[in-house]
């Protein structure tokens, strides 16, 4: 089965602040794992995804097999960063690899 | 990028009646689209996917014969709440995927919001 969890809800942090989005991930292959952000009043989109190893925004995220992570990080804040990050998981083959597991998410404030 | 368009994006209607929403690929063809729901303050729960002609795949606990997916052409999937009730009051999102194989980006529409009286 997969499974994501995102501990945090709610993550609060000050402008130039570095920030931390935590996710783990439950799943007996070999995942990919993929950050999506929802900004307020717009649909979903894709942030980003591990395969890519590329930062988009100034975001980055290392998928650590050992500790079934896929933390998203930026070392310094900005206020458009504020919405909603879901972590999401896609397993293997033709079927499970369209399917999308999602955290459920986490409210990312940038306060000024 | 590409765009997925969701219709209608809010619609309210009494209990024991039946609303459609559709889903569409805009500039690009989808033989696959997936329906999520989404509560308030939770995650997106994936309910089926939708496959070009052909049945559509449901999860476990999602109610076939009440959420009638029907996906006639490589730019539509429609979502049909039969008998709708107060707790099918949800947010709904569709997905469709570029590129036709598992590893295309997914693009997602702009939900839309089911309130049952």
């Known amino acids: 089965a997969q499974r994501v969890t995102q501990p945090e809800k709610l993550l609060s942090v000050f402008k130039g602040a570095p920030v931390e989005l935590k996710c783990n991930y439950s799943?007996?292959?070999?995942?990919?794992l993929f950050w999506y952000v929802q900004y307020s009043r717009q649909r979903l989109q894709l942030l980003l995804r591990?395969?890519s190893r590329e930062s988009i925004k100034g975001f980055t995220a290392d998928l650590n097999k050992g500790e079934t992570s896929f933390h998203l990080k930026k070392p310094f804040a900005q206020e458009e960063d504020s919405a909603m990050y879901y972590c999401?998981?896609?397993?293997?083959?033709?079927?499970?690899?369209?399917?999308?597991?999602f955290g459920e998410g986490t409210q990312l404030t940038v306060n000024p | 990028g590409a765009v997925v368009s969701q219709h209608p994006s809010r619609v309210i209607c009494k209990s024991g009646t039946s609303v459609k929403i559709e889903c569409r690929s805009l500039?690009?063809?989808?033989?696959?689209m997936f329906w999520y729901r989404q509560f308030p303050k939770k995650s997106l729960m994936l309910m089926a996917t939708?496959?070009?002609?052909?049945?559509?795949?449901?999860e476990q606990g999602v109610e076939k014969d009440k959420f009638l997916i029907n996906h006639a052409s490589l730019t539509l999937s429609t979502l049909t709440v039969t008998s709708a009730h107060p707790e099918d009051s949800s947010f709904y999102i569709c997905?469709?995927?570029?590129?036709?194989?598992?590893?295309?980006?997914?693009?997602f529409g702009e939900g839309s919001r089911l309130t049952v009286l």
């Open positions: 500039d690009f063809q989808a033989t696959t």
């Open positions: 997905s469709a995927r570029v590129g036709g194989g598992p590893t295309g980006e997914l693009f």
């Open positions: 939708s496959n070009e002609g052909s049945k559509a795949t449901y």
């Open positions: 799943y007996s292959g070999s995942p990919e």
């Open positions: 999401a998981l896609s397993g293997q083959g033709e079927t499970s690899g369209s399917r999308l597991t």
């Open positions: 591990h395969i």
